[in-house]
């Protein structure tokens, strides 16, 4: 029995040496593999900074807002509208194809909303600005 324990630790060895002197390491088992995997993964960035997805502007006030809030912010955050610099033709087609893809916006609002994104989000918007947030998923 001592012969064969003696037997496979030197064949363990042997098989350790050869892999060594190819470079291939052998393999650890999952649980220090996963271990390994997590303290390689720890956060590179400044855990401060918001999630991706914060809401963090609200939409200015006026005429034409509550239409915005409940046609737009269920899909969009503010801060996508705050970024446009759209005229009032392409804000009219904006309006009109999100309308198509299934924007709650009923035809009499239409006019107030687009004329609300072109006061607020039109050519000369200067509102936006960008908030750097951490990696997703982190």
């Known amino acids: 029995m001592r012969r064969a324990a003696v037997l496979a630790a030197g064949i363990f060895a042997l098989g350790a040496g050869l892999l060594a002197a190819q470079g291939i390491k052998p393999t650890k088992s999952k649980a220090e ?50 970024q446009q610099r759209l005229n009032e033709k392409q804000w009219a087609a904006n309006v009109t194809k999100m309308a198509g893809w299934g924007a709650d916006v009923p035809e009499d609002k239409r006019a107030e909303l687009v004329a609300y994104l072109v006061k607020n989000f039109g050519p000369d918007n200067d509102r936006f600005q960008p908030v750097v947030t951490r990696p997703t998923g982190r």
Not at 42 to 64: I, N, R
């Open 33 to 82: 593999a996963k271990a390994k995997s997590k303290a390689a993964a720890a956060p590179a960035f400044d855990e401060s900074l918001p999630m991706f997805g914060t809401q963090l502007a609200e939409l200015p006030p006026g005429s034409g807002k509550a239409t915005a809030d409940g046609a737009c912010l269920k899909c969009h955050s503010a801060d996508i509208l705050r």
